[in-house]
């Protein structure tokens, strides 16, 4: 069975750094790209990023362009992303997802990220 | 990036049918036949349901469906049961790895 296991959220203040990572199995990760899709409390999806299958093509929403930094380790089966000069708005859970073509097809449990002072 | 327009909320009565709207534009929903559909109950992660317009995941029951005309998407649930009280989201590929939501559809079954 695909699983994806998110982990590395809590809560930062303002300006801090978080780096979230998500665990994958029960899949040839390599072939798949891998998103982060976050959901802020009572609201809806967004996407944040997506990694293409080396690593080296790498997509953002427009709202964490120079401070989120999506990445992955085929030879871990992992990806993660890093979060950077984070505000309150980006207080969300944040969910690891697997792609078939065109769009996610898996996605794992979510880690929570607060940001608050 | 702007994200899909779905209706906030639907409802239907046990054993009806409902459909869901989700539009876009000529660059995500219009463009491409990669929209999809995913179910989430509270607390917990999205399922898909729907997946390049109209093709349904192993074990999704056949009363969801889905369809398309132009740019805009629907899904809709026949005979519908208890359990598919949910929020769902519409999600259209739009180009180069970057994804579009819908805001999300409440439906409430009565």
């Known amino acids: 069975d695909v699983q994806l296991v998110e982990s590395g959220g809590g809560l930062v203040q303002p300006g801090g750094s978080l780096r979230l990572s998500c665990a994958a199995s029960?899949?040839?990760?390599?072939?798949?790209?891998i998103s982060w899709v976050r959901q802020a409390p009572g609201k809806g999806l967004e996407w944040v990023a997506t990694i293409r299958l080396e690593g080296y093509d790498l997509c953002y929403v427009d709202s964490v362009k120079g401070r989120f930094t999506i990445s992955r380790d085929n030879a871990k089966n992992s990806a993660y992303l890093q979060m950077n000069s984070l505000r309150v708005e980006d207080t969300a859970v944040y969910y690891c997802?697997?792609?078939?073509?065109?769009?996610?097809?898996?996605w794992g449990q979510g880690t929570p990220v607060t940001v608050s002072s | 990036q702007s994200a899909l327009t779905q209706p906030p909320s639907a409802s239907g009565s046990a054993g009806q049918s409902v459909t869901i709207s989700c539009t876009g534009t000529s660059s995500d929903v219009g463009a491409f036949n990669y929209v999809f559909w995913y179910q989430q109950h509270p607390g917990k992660a999205p399922k898909l349901i729907i997946y390049e317009v109209s093709e349904r995941p192993s074990g999704v029951p056949a009363r969801f469906s889905g369809s398309k005309s132009d740019s805009t998407a629907f899904l809709t649930v026949s005979g519908l049961q208890f359990e598919d009280d949910a929020d769902y989201y519409c999600a259209s590929y739009a180009g180069a790895g970057d994804l579009v939501f819908g805001g999300g559809t409440r439906l409430t079954v009565l």
């Open positions: 029960g899949f040839n990760f390599r072939e798949h790209y």
């Open positions: 997802a697997k792609w078939r073509i065109g769009g996610i097809e898996y």
